[in-house]
């Protein structure tokens, strides 16, 4: 090993190092290029046993925090002679750090959080604060959305990625829309006029409703037995339904039904072009939508008040001439 005490000799004298210095900063890089190396070659075979992307995302991230947290303990151990105190010395530095560096704490509680207890994954659609959207990625400090809502109609994607921190999963309320029961109910609100033939309507849009969601309503009676068994979720019936109520403009048909998150939009726009199809072939059934009625008096009004007298009407009395006025 004559070239490794060469370099050894030229290596402490182009750094000015002693040999002591040498040794521990020289086992320190094989240290790290051994952890690279085998994180490396795991991910390498993961590659290759799998073509799940999620997997391999979550795999990859774990690698790199279990890597690093190695790689911070063994070269500690090679640097400072009191590191073996570790739980000492990592009550000093959490005292410090909580001091001078509350935010970047406080993102770290909250990674810590997201890792033990799950609110929310990768490929989750979630809700937090006043921001919506897919979660593609989670950090140390912060976690990544593309966003969904804001300008762009119902949850269709803005193309805005939003990166948060991770403190705020600690004090902001978190809608999940895919974990747990993995469907949402949807609703589709028809108002037709009070003349249209309502209860023909309300039985066109059940039978167009029990087309869209007949497969639907089957993979979410299994997926509610899951989430069952993990949180108290209850639905009587996940079959689709039509509501009805009155408005000022008409009756108003809700139809009710069960859609994956992502399939909001799409399910509402098949709906709806079925519905004017069907509509527009039934002349007996009419939307309603908000009107303006002009009312004068002295065309339509009542007698006493100076209007016309109808006569138009059944059971409308003649009428009679007002009496004359007499002089004195």
Same mark, same amino acid.
Request: glycine share 8%; proline share 4%; aromatic share 10%.
């Given at each position: 090993?004559?070239? /490794?005490?060469?370099?050894?000799?030229?290596?402490?004298?182009?750094?000015?190092?002693?040999?002591?210095?040498?040794?521990?900063?020289?086992?320190?890089?094989?240290?790290?290029?051994?952890?690279?190396?085998?994180?490396?070659?795991?991910?390498?075979?993961?590659?290759? !046993?799998?073509?799940?992307?999620? %997997?391999?995302?979550?795999? *990859?991230? #774990?690698?790199?925090?279990?890597?690093?947290?190695?790689g911070f303990l063994?070269?500690?151990?090679?640097?400072?002679?009191?590191?073996?105190?570790?739980? +000492?010395?990592?009550?000093?530095?959490?005292?410090?750090?909580?001091?001078? %560096?509350?935010?970047?704490?406080?993102?770290?509680?909250?990674w810590m959080y997201?890792?033990?207890?799950?609110? /929310?994954?990768?490929?989750?659609?979630?809700?937090?604060? =006043?921001?919506?959207?897919?979660?593609?990625?989670? @950090?140390?400090?912060?976690?990544?959305?593309?966003?969904?809502?804001?300008?762009?109609? +119902?949850?269709?994607?803005?193309?805005?990625?939003?990166?948060?921190?991770?403190?705020?999963?600690?004090?902001?309320?978190?809608?999940?829309?895919?974990?747990? /029961?993995?469907?949402?109910?949807?609703?589709?609100?028809?108002?037709?006029?009070?003349?249209?033939?309502?209860?023909?309507?309300?039985?066109?849009? $059940?039978?167009?409703?029990? &087309?869209?969601?007949?497969?639907?309503?089957?993979?979410?009676?299994?997926?509610? @037995?899951?989430?069952?068994?993990?949180?108290?979720?209850?639905y009587q019936t996940?079959?689709?339904?039509?509501? +009805? !109520?009155?408005?000022? #403009?008409?009756?108003?048909? +809700?139809?009710?039904?069960?859609?994956? =998150?992502?399939? &909001?939009?799409?399910?509402?726009?098949?709906?709806?072009?079925?519905?004017? *199809?069907?509509?527009?072939?039934?002349?007996?059934?009419?939307?309603?939508?908000?009107?303006? !009625?002009?009312?004068?008096?002295?065309?339509?009004?009542?007698?006493?008040?100076?209007?016309?007298?109808?006569?138009?009407?059944?059971?409308?009395?003649?009428? $009679?001439?007002?009496?004359?006025?007499?002089?004195?």
């Amino acid at each position: 090993m004559e070239w /490794f005490s060469a370099f050894h000799d030229w290596f402490g004298t182009a750094l000015g190092i002693g040999p002591e210095t040498q040794k521990k900063l020289l086992l320190s890089i094989l240290l790290v290029a051994a952890l690279g190396v085998v994180r490396w070659a795991v991910l390498k075979a993961l590659s290759q !046993r799998t073509d799940d992307i999620r %997997l391999r995302y979550r795999f *990859r991230k #774990s690698s790199a925090y279990i890597s690093f947290v190695v790689g911070f303990l063994v070269v500690g151990r090679i640097w400072f002679a009191g590191f073996r105190e570790l739980g +000492t010395y990592l009550g000093l530095l959490s005292a410090g750090l909580a001091i001078a %560096l509350k935010d970047l704490v406080a993102n770290v509680a909250g990674w810590m959080y997201l890792l033990w207890r799950k609110p /929310f994954e990768v490929g989750d659609r979630i809700e937090i604060g =006043p921001h919506a959207g897919d979660v593609i990625d989670i @950090r140390l400090f912060r976690f990544t959305l593309l966003e969904i809502g804001n300008w762009v109609d +119902t949850d269709q994607s803005t193309g805005r990625v939003i990166h948060i921190p991770n403190s705020q999963a600690l004090n902001q309320v978190i809608a999940n829309y895919s974990k747990g /029961f993995e469907y949402i109910w949807n609703e589709v609100p028809i108002t037709v006029t009070f003349e249209s033939n309502w209860e023909k309507a309300k039985k066109i849009l $059940q039978e167009i409703a029990d &087309r869209h969601a007949a497969g639907v309503s089957q993979a979410a009676s299994e997926s509610l @037995r899951r989430a069952a068994q993990k949180s108290l979720i209850h639905y009587q019936t996940l079959t689709p339904r039509v509501w +009805t !109520r009155v408005a000022d #403009s008409g009756v108003v048909l +809700t139809i009710r039904y069960l859609c994956e =998150p992502r399939q &909001r939009r799409s399910t509402a726009e098949l709906m709806w072009e079925e519905i004017l *199809r069907a509509f527009k072939s039934c002349p007996n059934i009419d939307f309603a939508y908000p009107t303006m !009625r002009r009312f004068i008096n002295s065309d339509e009004g009542k007698l006493a008040l100076g209007g016309p007298v109808r006569t138009d009407l059944p059971g409308a009395a003649e009428p $009679q001439a007002r009496p004359k006025e007499s002089g004195s």
